[in-house]
């Protein structure tokens, strides 16, 4: 068996504890991941392979291709918490392995591209969103594999994928997927004098390639929609979040350089010092990072314009992030160890102020687990990962050192089977739900009332129809097709076309309903659970009888 395909295997094994180990334990949580299954759900339920639906209604806020794979999985493992996350985690699997390859393509060395690709594993960012539904994941893998492609063979071949991925990644989350990667090769052909590259005959033929796979469905949704279609999803979620800040407070030059430091932990402090290498490589030319420069400008250029920001729209550039800080890392700890160990020591005293906060949290607030054993075996974790740590670091077993960073986090994880039913109601409207539905079983038919947060995990979890209870707040960015109540009087009248409603209210809106009511209805809290409360409200006249 060659080197190489040991350490892929060893990375898809890993990739098994870092990526799906519990993701069946944890319900789908709100507001994002029960609003893409529910659609894949709703979906089944119209025998729609092409619309995605939502609240019984065509819905265009992304494209299809996730809908599409959650629809595979549900056929596979039927609908559930892990088939809803299964595609998310694979794509980040493939990504893994994707940077694998494409650091032996731009370093040459083998246990360096290890190291690159065990980096982004161990990222929290990517993990987490390896973990959770969005269409985040697949299309950045895909503009990856698009990239890969380029870099392997800067002829037919590569081309030829690199606009299949690309299409797939427009698909998965609409013209970006294009605009990213072809941005990348563009500067990265500028910098090394080889322009000329994007005017041969493969480019057209590529051209021809991306526009079959990628075209079809919007075709067909701008001729069965039209002016619908094209307003939601390429005004409203297109044009309108570049001119528009869809969460103010994001807004800032600053958030995305934060973001993207913070996201990599545990290598956070590795990756400032990358950068500076990188720079510095630059300098002498070097293609490869020249390549990976490429990448991290294209990707800034084009989110850092926009007023809209998330964290989540920058997950393309984490791929590029993990090349430059594993090569970083592996050269310091093989040619510069004593900068590798200073590094190494200020992470360690970052990870044991994070443990110590862990734990003291934990007994804090106590109250709310059912035990506190599993904080303490978290502490024991990280003495005896600590202990190992400092062992290795005298023993000058660098290597060692790297590999017990990047399992920090997944020992953390590896309490979630103890913990999960403690957290679960904080993420999710799961119990809440189902202590309705078990308990309360009313006139499906009826109205169920919602705060905005919980509204999407609601519908999911009890297939009711909803409405949201949200007094002076603002609607969503793309409003759906339900009764948006944000006024006392629009409450009112709602809460008039039945004899009585259940709400699933998160505490803040307790006042706004007791406030509605007055003396025209009468309300009371059934259950509280998490963060939830469930509430009974019915007409006064009603009540009294």
Known sequence: MSKDLKYILALIVLSYFFLFYGNNLISLTNPDEVFYVQTAKEMVQCRSWMTPILFDQPQFEKPILLYWLLRISFLIFGVNNFSGRFFCAFFALVGVVAVYLLARLLFEEKKKAFICALVLLSCGFYMGMGRTVFTDMPFSVLILLALLSFFWKQNGVGIILFFIFSALAVLAKGPLGLLIPLLTITIFLILTRRIKLLFSGYILLGVVIFLVIALPWYILMTAKYGWAFLQEFFYNDHYRR????????NDTWYFYPLTMLGCMFPWTLFLAASLVY????????????????????????????????????????????????????????????????????????????????????????????????????????????????????????????????????????????????????????????????????????????????????????????????????????????????????????????????????????????????????????????????????????????
């Not at 570049?242 to 407070?249: K, S």
């Not at 202590?435 to 079983?441: D, E, F, G, R, S």
């Open 242 to 249: 570049l001119v528009e800040a869809e969460h103010p407070g």
């Open 278 to 545: 990188l720079f510095w490589r630059i300098k002498r030319g070097d293609a490869s990072y020249l390549f990976i420069f490429s990448w991290i400008i294209s990707v800034f250029l084009i989110f850092q314009s926009a007023h809209s920001k998330l964290t989540s729209y920058i997950l393309p550039l984490f791929p590029a992030l993990a090349l430059t800080c594993g090569s970083f890392i592996y050269d310091s700890a093989m040619y510069r160890k004593r900068q590798f160990s200073v590094l190494l020591g200020l992470m360690w005293i970052v990870l044991l102020l994070m443990a110590v906060g862990i734990v003291f949290a934990a007994l804090k607030f106590s109250s709310y687990l059912s035990s506190i054993r599993p904080i303490y075996f978290i502490a024991l974790v990280f003495i005896f990962w600590l202990g190992m740590s400092f062992f290795c670091f005298l023993r000058k077993k660098y290597m060692a050192a790297i590999y017990l960073l990047a399992l920090y986090l997944p020992a953390i994880l590896s309490v979630i089977p103890f913990i999960h039913r403690d957290i679960d109601p904080y993420l999710s409207s799961e119990a809440v739900c189902a202590y309705l539905v078990q308990n309360y079983p009313a006139d499906k038919n009826g109205y169920l009332i919602s705060s905005k947060a919980y509204v999407r995990g609601t519908r999911y979890y009890t297939g009711r129809k909803v409405a949201v209870f949200a007094p002076y707040a603002k609607n969503f960015f793309s409003p759906h097709p339900i009764p948006f109540l944000d006024s006392d009087e629009k409450a009112r009248d709602f809460l008039r076309k039945q004899p009585l409603f259940y709400c699933f209210l998160k505490k803040s809106s307790l006042g706004d309903l007791k406030r509605v009511a007055d003396k025209e209805f009468v309300y009371q809290i059934i259950k509280h659970i998490g963060n939830q409360y469930l509430v009974k409200i019915e007409q006064a006249e009603n009540y009294k009888k």
